[in-house]
């Protein structure tokens, strides 16, 4: 069964930056490269949302709330997703969690990574 682990979460400072990393294991290089992946947030009460994903172009897409402060990448011989937080303020604090973007064939979720901004 395909585990996700986020990683990297924490408390920052407004203004501060942090890394995630999300690591597959359980599935193949090949099989998880193939994957349109993205990362989420949930505040608790609130519904999960996305806030940074690749599109089925290679692309990248992000939430105009995060728009040119957060970044996502992957490294795929890694089997890893990060997202780079910049400018943290303290509206983006949430569990963080990765998976698939396409609904109804997602992944089952990790247990997150939970990011505090503040001071």
């Known amino acids: 069964q395909v585990q996700l682990v986020e990683s990297g979460g924490g408390l920052v400072q407004p203004g501060g930056s942090l890394r995630l990393s999300c690591a597959a294991s359980g599935i193949s290089v090949k099989l998880f490269s193939s994957y349109v992946m993205g990362w989420y947030r949930q505040i608790p009460g609130k519904q999960r949302e996305l806030v940074a994903r690749?599109?089925?172009?290679?692309?990248?897409d992000y939430a105009d709330s995060v728009k040119g402060r957060f970044t996502i990448s992957r490294d795929n011989a890694k089997n890893t997703v990060y997202l780079q937080m910049n400018s943290l303020k303290p509206e983006d604090t949430a569990v963080y969690y990765c998976?698939?973007?396409?609904?109804?064939?997602?992944?089952?979720w990790g247990q997150g990574t939970q990011v505090t901004v503040s001071s």
């Open positions: 690749f599109t089925s172009g290679g692309s990248t």
């Open positions: 998976n698939r973007v396409m609904e109804g064939y997602q992944l089952k």
